[in-house]
């Protein structure tokens, strides 16, 4: 959560709206899109599918399946590696953010790999795409997070797949809001609720205006969301850290990372009709 935070920036946990949310992540991931790829960039790949800090690969995992063939929109999608790595394994990938920049270094890659992902401008919340479109929708670490509205998000998902399409996605492993965001020994005590599920909120000091907001769910609350919009829960991969992986990435370390989970995989197709 806080990987980015600047100093003129105070922290907060407090309520927030859609329309705070998306106003604060939209123009921060702006800003912050340059540092982004330069410090992770090598890490992901120009046209790699990294599902979290731990570094499984969606080569490993298999968390989509097989591609080929099929129509696939990445949520949240940046730079637009995974949906590149889905297009080089005979997929139509095709991407989706709110961060003009980071768009843009989709089109820089684009150029540099020879691999373009069709991209556009939008949000989880309001996909500008017709009813049943897809047959698979991903968000690696992207979009699900950050979104106050987050029923609307699962249901827009729900509405542009096609019957028995998949949604699957990453997130900060739940249990991981119990505790500070330090990749040391201190991120190790549990310092507040797992239940509390106020947002986390960074503040520019000097305007007032809510820069950055994060936003946390129970394992229990992803699951109900999913099963209310008609998806069937077929797997949750908890990654565990690997023992040669020393790279710090926020909060995420190797000291936290043997120990406790820090990313969750959610895999879940729509109903059949």
Request: net charge negative; with cysteine; charged share 25%.
């Amino acid at each position: 959560m806080e990987d980015h935070l600047p100093q003129s920036v105070r922290v907060e946990r407090r309520p927030v709206t859609e329309h705070e949310s998306r106003h604060a992540n939209g123009p921060d991931w702006d800003r912050y899109a340059d540092e982004y790829q330069a410090t992770h960039g090598a890490f992901l790949g120009d046209a790699g599918f990294v599902w979290g800090p731990e570094g499984h690969t969606e080569d490993e995992l298999g968390i989509l399946g097989d591609v080929r063939d099929l129509d696939v929109l990445e949520v949240g999608s940046g730079a637009g590696q995974c949906s590149r790595w889905v297009r080089t394994r005979g997929g139509r990938g095709f991407g989706l953010d709110l961060s003009h920049r980071q768009l843009q270094h989709s089109l820089r890659l684009d150029e540099e790999t020879g691999v373009p992902v069709p991209s556009v401008r939008g949000t989880a919340t309001d996909l500008p795409f017709a009813d049943g479109s897809f047959d698979v929708v991903f968000c690696s670490f992207g979009a699900l997070q950050f979104v106050s509205d987050i029923d609307v998000a699962v249901a827009e998902a729900a509405r542009v797949l096609r019957p028995g399409g998949r949604f699957a996605f990453s997130v900060t492993h739940p249990t991981r809001w119990m505790f500070p965001d330090d990749p040391g020994e201190a991120g190790l005590t549990a310092t507040q609720s797992y239940w509390d599920r106020t947002p986390y909120v960074e503040v520019d000091d000097a305007t007032g205006v809510v820069s950055y907001v994060e936003h946390h769910r129970t394992l229990g609350d992803w699951v109900r969301l999913l099963h209310g919009h008609g998806f069937t829960l077929a797997d949750l991969v908890e990654p565990e850290w690997p023992e040669d992986h020393d790279r710090v990435w926020g909060g995420w370390s190797r000291t936290r990372g043997l120990l406790t989970p820090g990313t969750a995989i959610f895999v879940a197709l729509a109903a059949t009709r």
